[in-house]
């Protein structure tokens, strides 16, 4: 498609992507609808998206905790002031690592679309701070935190035998 620029190569020319001809616009619809602000922008989802485009993806200091014990959605905002776009597409094609970073969508991304999104976060700059480390199983975090611990499921067949 003639509006696929850059030295990209034939075969993700071929997979399903954003056509458009700024990458940075790109970038910025799917931020918007693939939910990364959802997590990585503080307080986005509890303010319906009402978070001034400033402060996007700047990471939340609110933990997520479950199974996995707790985890801060990154900044990602100094992230690619540190991430080469090289290193960002390794990534995001082939990390397998903890809730709720849903890793096993974003694996899926075309590389168009990885590319697109590192460039609209880096057009942002750099903002914020860093967001503190996970947080092992069994142990109390620090600050605040969701829970996402499973509550009042039905038992499964194994736990009703
Ligand atoms: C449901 C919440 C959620 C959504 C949606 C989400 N993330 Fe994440 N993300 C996280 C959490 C939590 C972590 C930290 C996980 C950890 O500590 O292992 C993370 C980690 C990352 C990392 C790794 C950072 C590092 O320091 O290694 C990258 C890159 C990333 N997210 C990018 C994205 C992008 C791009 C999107 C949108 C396409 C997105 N995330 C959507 C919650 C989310």
């Known amino acids: 498609?003639?509006?696929?620029?850059?030295?990209?190569?034939e075969e993700i020319i071929d997979a399903p992507h954003v056509q458009w001809d700024n990458p940075v616009e790109a970038g910025r619809y799917l931020v918007t609808i693939t939910g990364?602000?959802?997590?990585?922008?503080?307080?986005?989802l509890m303010m319906e998206g009402k978070v001034a485009e400033e402060d996007w993806l700047t990471g939340?200091?609110?933990?997520?905790?479950?199974?996995?014990g707790t985890t801060y959605p990154t900044n990602l905002r100094l992230l690619v002031e540190e991430w080469n776009e090289e290193i960002w597409v390794e990534t995001l094609r082939n990390r397998k690592a903890l809730p709720p970073m849903p890793w096993m969508n974003i694996n899926k991304m075309s590389e168009y679309d990885m590319r697109a999104i590192y460039a609209y976060i880096k057009s942002l700059g750099p903002n914020g701070e860093?967001?503190?480390l996970a947080v092992a199983p069994g142990q109390e975090p620090q600050t605040p935190y969701?829970?996402?611990?499973?509550?009042?499921?039905?038992?499964?067949s194994?736990?009703?035998?």
């Open 1 to 9: 498609m003639m509006s696929c620029k850059g030295d990209a190569k």
């Open 36 to 44: 990364c602000n959802d997590c990585h922008t503080n307080g986005y």
């Open 60 to 68: 939340s200091p609110v933990g997520w905790q479950g199974p996995w």
């Open 130 to 132: 860093r967001m503190p």
């Open 146 to 156: 969701l829970s996402l611990f499973p509550q009042n499921m039905p038992l499964t």
């Open 158 to 161: 194994s736990e009703t035998e």
